[in-house]
């Protein structure tokens, strides 16, 4: 029989392997290094610039991340799933123009229905030419951003619309806090994101999504419809998308077929930053989150700091090449 003593040092010992194993838990979750990235920013910005920290300022970098924040999301979702979408902020420039024409014969609620529509449609374009004829999402998409790029030009005659639609441009409004606006933009991009999360991580659609994005054909001997996934996740991305293009009217109320042409690119290093893997399966709509504020924080600090624009671009692919990296050797040593 073991002796009480005995029993209490084995009872001592399991706690501190419980113990070191949430701290391990801690250390290599998805949101820890993109958060620690995001303080040491905060902490360098504001200790070599003057108005970095101000509340002005903090509040300015959470309206610049709204856009490029929402497109993430939906971004993240086609990621987890091993895919790409190069498309997305075609998409939305395609949402926005469709509601600022609309929305010139008076109807802005008809106008930013029509907007989501459309959205959605061209989400359901990527997802059945992904699910459906299974090509591969890099060569969709780019298709798709191609086609669309004209299409918008094509549409609006490469001119752009006002939006003085108090409903098309309420996101950039919201309540004062201390001199501080809160934008209602703000306020969904954080509700989006919370919404995503909890869908990804408390619901039967965000398991199939997971495991559709880590092995697809384990998915499918698991009773998964992985096609039915797959499109899923295009039609949600599109509805994403649809609001981004409501943020993106709030903050600049211009419907410019010739805007946002980066943010593909930058919806892409949000995402990658904030931790998800390109190879699919392992990530978050959280991570993105803080991704996006990365290089939002980072953009803004340099530009505070007097760094021309070009060393800002270089700074940010040196952040997405360190990521990848790194996803790519965790994986590698999960996998041995």
């Given at each position: ?15 501190a ?8 838990a801690?250390?290599?979750?998805q949101?820890t290094g993109?958060?620690a990235?995001?303080?040491v ?5 504001s ?14 970098v959470?309206?610049?991340s ?17 895919g ?5 902020a ?22 930013l ?19 459906v ?20 030009r ?12 108090p409903l098309l ?8 806090l ?8 703000a ?6 994101t ?8 408390q ?22 419809k992985?096609k039915?996934?797959?499109f899923?996740v ?8 649809a ?37 699919g ?7 993105t989150l ?47």
């Amino acid at each position: 029989m073991t002796s009480a003593p005995a029993r209490a040092v084995a009872a001592d010992l399991d706690t501190a392997a419980g113990s070191n194993g949430r701290w391990r838990a801690a250390l290599t979750h998805q949101v820890t290094g993109p958060l620690a990235a995001l303080l040491v920013a905060v902490v360098v910005f504001s200790a070599t610039t003057d108005n970095f920290l101000s509340g002005t300022n903090l509040a300015l970098v959470v309206q610049q991340s709204v856009v490029v924040g929402t497109l993430a999301i939906g971004q993240t979702l086609i990621i987890l799933t091993a895919g790409i979408d190069l498309a997305c902020a075609a998409i939305m420039v395609m949402g926005s123009v469709v509601i600022g024409r609309l929305a010139l014969d008076g109807n802005p609620w008809l106008a930013l229905g029509v907007g989501v529509l459309v959205c959605a449609v061209l989400g359901c374009l990527n997802g059945t030419l992904v699910s459906v004829a299974g090509l591969p999402p890099f060569i969709v998409t780019l298709g798709v951003l191609t086609a669309l790029t004209a299409a918008a030009r094509l549409f609006t005659g490469s001119a752009s619309y006002q939006i003085t639609a108090p409903l098309l441009t309420a996101l950039n409004r919201g309540p004062h806090l201390g001199g501080v606006t809160i934008t209602f933009g703000a306020l969904l991009w954080l509700a989006l994101t919370a919404a995503m999360a909890y869908a990804l991580t408390q619901t039967a659609w965000g398991t199939h999504v997971y495991t559709v994005g880590d092995n697809p054909q384990a998915a499918a001997l698991a009773g998964i419809k992985v096609k039915r996934v797959l499109f899923s996740v295009y039609l949600v991305a599109g509805v994403v998308y649809a609001l981004g293009a409501w943020q993106a009217l709030g903050r600049t109320p211009t419907a410019d077929p010739a805007g946002y042409a980066t943010a593909n690119l930058d919806s892409i290093t949000a995402v990658v930053i904030g931790g998800t893997s390109l190879f699919g399966g392992r990530g978050g709509v959280v991570g993105t989150l803080v991704g996006t504020l990365v290089v939002t924080v980072l953009q803004n600090g340099l530009t505070h700091a007097g760094i021309d624009s070009l060393y800002q671009q270089v700074a940010t692919g040196v952040l997405v090449v360190v990521a990848v990296a790194v996803d790519r050797i965790t994986r590698t040593r999960r996998s041995r």
